[in-house]
């Protein structure tokens, strides 16, 4: 199996550049997305580890439930992020939001006083979903429950 090959200082400037042009990205999806800029179509264990060596210990990390988060160098790793500070999208997928977007939305949405459900409905209507499954809904819940330790 062919392993991408260039040189490490190269890969890290890749890495960088993507984690920049998304502010703050999943783990896998950036490697998946680099690897698939250099024609692998899925990333393999020697693919991954060659890419994970590879990011700098300059970029922010936070470890959420559903994997690891690399922010940009540009943007602090905080505790609440608005949405719109990552994408102008009017539909996004809360899997590929750090847990501090969501939290931030959360404090938006309990704001106004609702219940729990009310609450994560809103939360799905701000991403642009018309519909949720268990994994988006703990998600949310998860959020809702950081959310209320804040205030």
Known sequence: ????????????????????????????????????????????????ERIQEAIPSSLGRTDDSIGIFLWSERLPVVPRLPLA?????????????????????ACHVIASGCEDDEAIARMRDACGMSRMGKATRARFAEALHEARLMT
């Open 85 to 105: 500070s990552l994408t102008s999208e009017k539909s996004v997928d809360p899997a590929t939001l750090p847990l501090a977007v969501l939290v931030d939305l």
């Open 1 to 48: 199996m062919a392993v991408i090959s260039i040189v490490l200082p190269t890969l890290t400037r890749l890495i960088v550049r993507a984690v920049d042009q998304a502010g703050v990205i999943r783990e896998d999806v950036l490697i998946q997305t680099i690897s698939r800029q250099h024609g692998f179509a899925r990333a393999g264990r020697e693919i991954r």
